[in-house]
């Protein structure tokens, strides 16, 4: 059973920065794609972007403003983002692909991210 536990969210003004980090219980977190997907009120859960191995990639909405990292002697992925908008505003959560690609298996609780205008 893997574990993951978000951190990082809170709120902030239209233009700011978070960091979200997201840390897995398990050592062999290193060979799992790590994704972070996002839900606001009344909407459905989005896809924001993930790591596999060596690549990340993020979504077109969020390109150019956020980014993924992982640091895999840490058990922790991270989700940066960078000029925020009220658009962004949502629960981020992240979660773990050890199966079939592209097919999440475990999530964290998420975060709240609020970014005010």
């Known amino acids: 059973q893997v574990q ?19 840390a897995a219980s398990e050592r062999t ?10 839900q606001a ?3 459905e859960r989005e896809f924001v972007g993930a790591v596999r191995g060596g690549t ?6 969020v390109k150019g403003r956020f ?8 058990n922790t992925v991270y989700l940066q ?3 925020l908008k ?10 773990a692909s050890v ?6 298996d475990y999530w964290g609780q998420g975060t709240q991210v609020t970014v005010s205008s």
């Open 41 to 43: 009120p009344g909407k």
């Open 67 to 74: 980014a993924i990292s992982r640091d895999n002697a840490k």
């Open 4 to 22: 993951l536990v978000e951190s990082g969210g809170g709120l902030v003004q239209a233009g700011g920065s978070l960091r979200l980090s997201c």
């Open 86 to 95: 009220p658009e962004d505003t949502a629960i981020y959560y992240c979660a």
């Open 81 to 83: 983002m960078n000029s």
């Open 29 to 38: 977190f290193t060979y799992y794609a790590m994704g972070w997907f996002r």
């Open 56 to 61: 990340t990639y993020v979504t077109n909405s």
């Open 99 to 104: 199966g079939t690609p592209g097919t999440y």
